[in-house]
């Protein structure tokens, strides 16, 4: 083995710390096991916010630095010289005792303008829910309503000198290197949730084309496995099919012995059958053993390359510093390499066989994968609560109960079938409030109940029971919407059950008249027999009910068009 490529072992005032050999300007890092994955999604944003408190200190300075919070880790990472890298480092630890907290709600503001250009993967909320590694796919709502107090605790409580390590990669260790941090021990990788009953499973949304995710175990085959795949996806898709412009994989380890392979392939919207169709069947040919020893070997020898360049160690050591606050062993690149060339075309196989009983699919908008055995993934509880009723107006057979255990959202077909979206109270991930009333539950399966008093008649006492039976630590409250839901106007939709009037026309018109007036005419004559001639002693009772029933009966045969086109036409 060669040292310079070796990953070596130290301290820096405690703190863990991993040293690699590398010419050139020297690279550094402090990782902390906390990131997103620790928070609630009431408080989602505070490990975010706290990075950019950290870093404020560090003005515009002209060497390269920069912080990265993660799922389950936040990174402080630069670039410079020797003394640079001494300075930032000390920094970022002093600024992590003592938070500028004159900045935060300029920070805040920072932060909500970085959300907004930052898009959001969805996968993750499929398949964690709305907490743990699932909380990457929401805003950071507990941003704004965060105290002082707060992320000052926050920050002792995680960013400590026991749940750090960290990183240099340069030709020695820096000189006068001292590293001050609270006190405080390693803290344990997020508990991994679930919100998929069955697997595989898919869900349709978007339009830009397919996109999967599988856990795996995190082993040297399933890195050979995402590297076949992206190869697999770019044969079919991209150069035999053409159907795709990007057809890629990744693998990215959770360091908690698990790793997850991700893989996409875009489409434009007449294309969307055949690329769904084309994934699905790269997929069923790896779960099939259908794995070419040339294709395995060219995978191989990429990423062999990639370990044995001389910077390999300096590149692994951000990883490797996760792999060790997670409780894992650092592996140099010659260990990784050694892993690689023992792996078989088998071990790749049982991997594909793995990744088919937990994989995740996301399809376009108006596609479904059941046909392939994915099963859909959950849109609605399986009950919904008892309790008071609301109906919403106009709304479809749509209700709104509010129970003494939670709240639900119910929607009834014409055949009585009902679907029912609930969330419990001792569920609740976040209650968003606004000032209008209007309530945005959030259960920690994903699933959202709506309470909004613009649909529903919901009185002022049903909300204060709402607000008093969620948990205080999930609320969110949010400023003033522009236009909260309301009710449409009554002239806006036509009433429920039936039709809009359509405009009258002049032949219609003409038509209500002349019948009209005719009713009139045979009407009146109907009248006087029937108050007149009853008592004619000559005509008889037989004769006159035979006249006074035939004139009344032209009456109504006159009458009921004229009444009809009255009824259904409006005026022009």
């Known amino acids: 083995m060669n040292p310079q490529a070796a990953i070596h072992s130290t301290q820096v005032d405690g703190i863990p710390t991993l040293f690699a050999y590398a010419p050139g300007p020297m690279r550094a890092g402090l990782v902390f096991r906390v990131g997103v994955a620790d928070e609630t999604l009431a408080r989602a944003g505070v490990t975010h916010l706290v990075e950019h408190l950290a870093l404020h200190r560090q003005g515009l300075a002209d060497y390269h630095f920069n912080g990265e919070t993660k799922a389950a880790f936040t990174h402080f990472y630069m670039e410079g010289v020797e003394h640079e890298v001494v300075a930032y480092l000390q920094g970022v630890c002093a600024s992590l005792c003592d938070l500028p907290m004159e900045r935060l709600e300029t920070e805040k503001e920072i932060l909500r303008t970085e959300e907004a250009r930052r898009g959001s993967a969805q996968l993750p909320l499929w398949r964690y829910g709305a907490q743990g590694y699932g909380l990457v796919s929401y805003p950071e709502w507990g941003v704004r309503g965060l105290r002082p107090e707060d992320v000052t605790h926050w920050a002792q409580t995680w960013f400590t000198q026991g749940n750090a390590v960290l990183w240099i990669a340069g030709e020695r260790m820096p000189a006068g290197l001292s590293l001050k941090l609270p006190a405080g021990g390693r803290r344990p990788m997020p508990a991994v949730t679930s919100a998929l009953p069955e697997a595989p ?293 036509p009433a429920a059950g039936r039709p809009a009037l359509k405009r009258r026309t002049v032949l219609q018109t003409i038509g209500m008249l002349l019948l009209g007036i005719l009713a009139v005419v045979f009407g009146l004559p109907a009248l006087a027999v029937t108050v007149f001639e009853s008592g004619d002693k000559d005509l008889g009772t037989g004769g006159w009910l035979v006249l006074s029933g035939f004139l009344w009966g032209i009456t109504g045969l006159l009458a009921w068009p004229a009444i009809r086109i009255a009824r259904t036409t409006r005026r022009g």
């Open 201 to 493: 499973a898919y869900f349709s949304e978007g339009k830009g084309g397919v996109l999967l995710d599988a856990v795996v175990a995190d082993t040297a085959a399933a890195r050979l496995y995402a590297g076949l795949l992206e190869r697999e996806l770019s044969r079919s898709l991209r150069q035999e099919g053409g159907y795709s412009y990007t057809a890629a994989a990744d693998f990215t380890s959770r360091r908690d012995g698990m790793a997850l392979v991700t893989a996409f392939a875009d489409a434009l919207p007449d294309k969307q059958d055949a690329v769904l169709g084309g994934f699905v069947d790269v997929l069923a040919g790896l779960q099939a053993g259908r794995i070419g020893q040339a294709d395995l070997d060219a995978v191989r020898g990429r990423l062999d390359s990639a370990l044995a360049a001389p910077d390999a160690a300096a590149k692994r050591l951000p990883g490797s510093a996760e792999d060790l606050l997670a409780g894992r062993p650092v592996r140099s690149p010659d260990d990784v390499r050694a892993e690689l060339r023992a792996v078989t075309a088998d071990q790749v196989h049982a991997v594909a066989r793995e990744a088919a009983t937990t994989a995740l699919m996301q399809v376009p908008a108006g596609h479904s994968a059941d046909w392939a055995g994915y099963t859909e993934a959950p849109t609605e509880s399986v009950y919904a609560v008892t309790g008071r009723r609301f109906r919403q107006d106009g709304g479809q057979g749509r209700s709104l109960v509010v129970g003494a255990d939670g709240v639900s959202t119910t929607a009834q077909e014409p055949d009585g079938t009902e679907h029912a979206a609930t969330v419990p109270y001792r569920s609740c991930a976040v209650m968003l409030c606004w000032p209008d009333g209007g309530r945005r539950l959030i259960g920690t399966d994903g699933l959202i109940v709506e309470v909004e008093p613009g649909l529903y008649d919901i009185d002022a006492h049903t909300l204060a029971t709402i607000d008093a039976a969620v948990p205080s630590q999930a609320l969110v409250w949010l400023p003033p919407r522009q236009q909260p839901p309301r009710k449409p106007a009554p002239s806006a939709a």
